[in-house]
C-alpha cells in the first residue's frame, strides 16, 4: 500500500516556476515507478511525467518536454516535478501517482494516486 500527498501548488505568472513534491508513505516505495498527470477543467487527467524506481530512466509528455523535470529521492519517499518556462495552458490539477508496470505512460495502469494540487498559470 502507498499514500501519496503532494505539495508545491499555487499561482504563478507566465514564465514563472514551480517545484512540486509528492510524499509518498509505505516500505515499498523505492519499487514504484512514480508518474505526474494533470485534469485541466472539463478535460481528462493527462500524462505529463514519470520517472522508474532507480530513477534511471524519466519520461515526457510532448508539451512539458525541455520546460519540467521529474526526480526522485527514494531515501526521502518522496518525488519532485520541477516546472520552468510556465504557460497559461499547464493550468491544472497535478496529481502524483505510483505504479507497478513497467509501461509508465498509461493513466490506467497506475494504482495509487494523491489528492491533487492546483497549479495556475496567468497570462
Known amino acids: 500500500q502507498v499514500q501519496l500527498v503532494e505539495s508545491g501548488g499555487g499561482l504563478v505568472q507566465a514564465g514563472g516556476s514551480l517545484r512540486l513534491s509528492c510524499a509518498a508513505s509505505g516500505r515499498t516505495f523505492s519499487r514504484y515507478g512514480m508518474g505526474w498527470f494533470r485534469q485541466a477543467p472539463g478535460k481528462e487527467r493527462d500524462f505529463v511525467a514519470a520517472i522508474r524506481w532507480r530513477g534511471t530512466s524519466t519520461y515526457y509528455a510532448d508539451s512539458v518536454k525541455g520546460r519540467f523535470t521529474i526526480s526522485r529521492d527514494n531515501a526521502k519517499n518522496t518525488v519532485y516535478l520541477q516546472m520552468n518556462s510556465l504557460k497559461p495552458e499547464d493550468t491544472a490539477v497535478y496529481y502524483c501517482?505510483?505504479?507497478?508496470?513497467?509501461?509508465?505512460?498509461?493513466?490506467?495502469?497506475?494504482?495509487?494516486w494523491g489528492q491533487g494540487t492546483q497549479v495556475t498559470v496567468s497570462s
Open positions: 501517482a505510483a505504479t507497478p508496470a513497467a509501461v509508465l505512460t498509461v493513466r490506467t495502469l497506475y494504482d495509487y
